[in-house]
């Protein structure tokens, strides 16, 4: 079994006409212990009321505070040799900014992934659908998918580009188009001159 994962607790960043408007803001402080201790503490107590409203059979989920980028937060389930690894991850970086927030709302997110994970299998549903918003309901938390933060002094993982050259222009291509376009599976063009985008630097 491949790893799965359910859709990420996103956010919405705030924009920036200048990235060095960004990097010149001082970077929020992790999480320290003691609200980590919180955040583990809210996460038990949504799977223990979850077994008590569903009765489903608790099993061993990891939590972490090692998410980057723009997710609060993110619920996976990897599996290797007929056994299956959960894990709830938490960005302690968002968690510390909006504290309180998260502790009421990407908590129990997260929590109902893993729950509709125990009772439906997610391969068997929709990573928002209405089994998750039903137990987002019986929580009673808010079933938003995303969340309105502003990001600055949040560490924020910069994507990898890939420059690729048409006749007329540069065209900066994802991990994932790269990807495709090196392993034969896909070719692209340029919308404008409709010619073969080709790698700048073949070497990167």
Same mark, same amino acid.
């Given at each position: 079994?491949? %790893?799965?994962?359910?859709?990420?607790? @996103?956010?919405?960043?705030?924009?920036?006409?200048?990235?060095?408007? *960004?990097?010149?803001?001082?970077?929020?402080?992790?999480?320290?212990?003691? #609200?980590?201790?919180?955040?583990?503490?809210?996460?038990?107590?949504?799977?223990?009321?979850?077994?008590?409203?569903?009765?489903?059979?608790?099993?061993?989920?990891?939590?972490?505070?090692?998410?980057?980028?723009?997710?609060?937060?993110?619920y996976r389930a990897r599996g290797r040799f007929g056994?299956?690894?959960?894990?709830?991850?938490?960005?302690?970086?968002?968690?510390?900014?909006?504290f309180e927030d998260n502790l009421s709302t990407t908590?129990?997110?997260?929590?109902?992934?893993?729950?509709?994970?125990? @009772?439906?299998?997610?391969?068997?549903?929709?990573?928002?659908?209405? %089994?998750?918003?039903?137990?987002?309901?019986?929580?009673?938390?808010?079933?938003?998918?995303? @969340?309105?933060?502003?990001?600055?002094?949040?560490? *924020?993982?910069?994507?990898?580009?890939?420059?690729?050259?048409? #006749?007329?222009?540069?065209?900066?291509?994802?991990?994932?188009?790269?990807?495709k376009i090196s392993s034969r599976r896909n070719q692209?063009?340029?919308?404008?001159? %409709? #010619?073969?985008?080709?790698?700048?630097?073949? #070497?990167?």
């Amino acid at each position: 079994m491949p %790893e799965v994962k359910t859709s990420e607790k @996103a956010v919405t960043p705030v924009t920036y006409g200048d990235d060095r408007i *960004l990097d010149s803001i001082p970077v929020i402080e992790p999480l320290n212990d003691e #609200q980590q201790q919180l955040v583990i503490a809210q996460t038990h107590h949504y799977i223990e009321q979850a077994a008590e409203l569903f009765g489903i059979k608790k099993t061993a989920v990891d939590i972490s505070f090692n998410l980057k980028g723009r997710s609060a937060g993110m619920y996976r389930a990897r599996g290797r040799f007929g056994k299956v690894k959960r894990e709830i991850r938490y960005n302690t970086f968002i968690f510390s900014k909006y504290f309180e927030d998260n502790l009421s709302t990407t908590v129990p997110h997260e929590v109902a992934h893993y729950v509709s994970d125990i @009772a439906y299998g997610l391969k068997n549903i929709r990573p928002h659908g209405v %089994e998750w918003k039903n137990i987002m309901a019986a929580f009673g938390a808010d079933a938003s998918v995303t @969340a309105n933060y502003d990001l600055s002094g949040i560490p *924020l993982r910069k994507k990898k580009t890939y420059t690729y050259l048409c #006749q007329c222009r540069e065209h900066e291509l994802g991990p994932v188009r790269h990807k495709k376009i090196s392993s034969r599976r896909n070719q692209y063009y340029c919308r404008y001159c %409709e #010619q073969l985008l080709v790698i700048k630097d073949p #070497q990167r």
